[in-house]
């Protein structure tokens, strides 16, 4: 990136992703902020809608990068400003929820700021909400938008992001993560 702000979306490309209302957001965006791209990594049923989607929208900085090997996926990392993980809640008899989202915990150990929606149980956990980054309701193009908008007001604030989002991800950690099952089934042992 030549001093452009990158937007990255790196997963696969399925409905329950939500990459509609994320390139219907940066439609928006990159009108109101220069130097702004969306590239999104990732293959799937959903990908010719999204394409078809972001040609009917207009999009001009969006690159499809198509399937990238997970060993590849930290140097997209590093790249980008801001990564966004938008789900939704799908229909009854699908798929509901993206149940924790472990993406946004391997951007976040680059201290890479990140939006996510409600409907990813890892928002809820790592996104301190204005303070390394957003969550927003999912589906809700209009803030989705407004937190791309944030994101990109202030390199300063970005680089703040970026320092909180290192403190908070260093909790999350297997050790940590074995440590906190263990205790719930001891609690729930106590209980019986």
Known sequence: PNNERIILYLSRVIELRNLDCLITAFSRLEKEVPNVKL????DGDFLEFCKSLSNKLGVKNIIFLGQIKHDDA???YTLCDVFVLPGKIMPENS???????????EVMSLGKPVISTDSVGAAFDLISDGVNGYRVKN????EMAAALEKIFRSNET???MGLVILEIIKNFNAQRQAESFIKCIETIEAIK
């Open 74 to 76: 930290a140097y997209y």
């Open 139 to 142: 589906n809700n193009v209009d």
């Open 158 to 160: 970005r680089k703040k």
């Open 95 to 105: 798929v509901n929820v993206e149940s924790w989202g472990l993406t946004l915990n």
């Open 39 to 42: 590239i999104i990594g990732g």
